[in-house]
């Protein structure tokens, strides 16, 4: 008895994990995570929906499983399969729009003629991206008629080599599919070289000056006119010989040569130009333009206290490199200031992140005869919040004085507080 019950006990058990793995694998109801992606299915996927999008169908499939068709292709036309036959004749299938800029948009018309002895009837086919658009003037041509395809594009960004096409379908057994195709390149319409000009530093004995250019990728312009809004600033430009252009791999160019004056104020300087050109959109072009007058300052060296620091004066810059933002950063910058009879002192401080601290002190051992010793400290206390003042644009600083002839100092702070 006892081992009747243990067999029917172990028979139980079988049919139990019996019915748990078939419901795992084939019940409807039961969640099932999904297989591996096999390479050879996903292959076959695509080719099928290839075939799809030549019949002018979506790949997808709706509830019910069948394709959807898209709307914005025609239904093909069935081809002949009795005399008499139409005859389909084209010309150029391959058009070079050569160079165009982003955002810009052309197009050309393809020639369709009927050279048979019955209708040629035209469809509108799939294209290859949804920027390419095939419109077609004429749905059935007649013995010895013709009709033209018109493909347009309008590209979104830089492409150094593009080609795009769309299909047409016919009822012409000989020719019931034809692909046009337009090619080229997509470039800058306008770019300015470096992005920012530079003079460097005004002497009083001799003015300062800036290169740039001012390119296209695209077509030959001219320059309408340049506006300084300083009246210390002379402009002057010439076209680039066709050597500087293949260097740069430019269709055409300008170069500018931009003189700062000493008329400036003592300091950083900033300005700007505005150039106009004679391409589309005629929207001028904002160059921003630097330089720096000493005047009765001599700024001497960098000392990191707390990190590191490296400072160029041209551009009165102080980077101060990458820090942990729970340690922070503090450099002192040693300058000498002269002309000036009493104290040098610092009025107030303005700072475009507020975070950021700048403070004046005497440093005896730095002056000399008449000059003054002096540190700017500049410091990024601990606990201040991580930022990336590379990617960005510089903290600018500008300390008020009371020195006579400095009434504003600039700075630029760079750095990454992690």
């Not at 002190?361 to 000399?368: R, V, Y």
Request: aromatic share 8%; hydrophobic share 40%; with cysteine.
């Amino acid at each position: 008895m006892q081992t009747q019950k243990l067999a029917f006990g172990m028979v139980v058990a079988i049919l139990s994990i019996s019915a748990a793995i078939w419901a795992a694998r084939f019940a409807p109801w039961v969640d099932r995570a999904s297989a591996a992606p096999n390479p050879l299915v996903s292959r076959v996927r695509e080719m099928k929906e290839g075939a799809a999008r030549r019949k002018g169908e979506t790949p997808e499939a709706d509830e019910l499983g069948e394709r959807r068709v898209d709307p914005t292709v025609d239904a093909r036309p069935p081809v002949a399969n009795q005399g008499p036959f139409p005859k389909t004749a084209v010309g150029e299938q391959v058009y070079q729009f050569r160079h165009m800029g982003i955002g810009e948009r052309r197009a050309h018309r393809f020639r369709i003629e009927n050279k048979g002895q019955a209708p040629l009837v035209i469809a509108k086919g799939p294209t290859e991206c949804k920027c390419t658009i095939s419109n077609v003037a004429t749905r059935e041509v007649p013995p010895g008629g013709f009709t033209e395809v018109e493909l347009a594009w309008a590209p979104l960004e830089a492409d150094p080599a593009f080609e795009k096409s769309a299909i047409i379908w016919t009822n012409d057994p000989a020719m019931s599919e034809i692909r046009f195709r337009i090619a080229g390149k997509v470039g800058r319409g306008l770019a300015v070289s470096p992005v920012a000009w530079h003079a460097g530093t005004v002497a009083e004995d001799q003015a300062a000056k800036a290169v740039g250019i001012v390119v296209s990728e695209v077509a030959e312009f001219k320059i309408l006119s340049v506006k300084s809004v300083d009246d210390n600033i002379k402009v002057s430009y010439k076209p680039m010989t066709p050597g500087a252009l293949t260097h740069v791999g430019m269709l055409a160019g300008y170069e500018f040569t931009t003189t700062v004056g000493k008329g400036i104020p003592i300091g950083s300087f900033r300005s700007r130009l505005e150039i106009l050109t004679s391409l589309e959109p005629k929207t001028p072009l904002v160059v921003d333009l630097t330089a720096v007058r000493p005047g009765p300052i001599r700024f001497l060296s960098a000392v990191p206290i707390v990190g590191h620091a490296l400072w160029n004066a041209e551009k009165t810059r102080l980077n101060l490199g990458r820090f942990r933002h729970e340690v922070g950063c503090k450099t002192a910058l040693t300058a000498l200031i002269s002309e000036m009879k009493g104290k040098f002192q610092m009025l107030g401080v303005k700072s475009s992140d507020s975070f950021v601290k700048v403070s004046v002190e005497a440093n005896p051992a730095a002056g000399s005869g008449e000059s003054q010793g002096i540190r700017f400290v500049f410091e990024v206390p601990p606990g201040s919040p991580p930022v990336n003042y590379f990617t960005q644009k510089p903290v600018h600083v500008t300390v008020q004085t009371n020195h006579p002839k400095l009434k504003n100092l600039d700075f630029d702070l760079e750095f990454v507080s992690l």
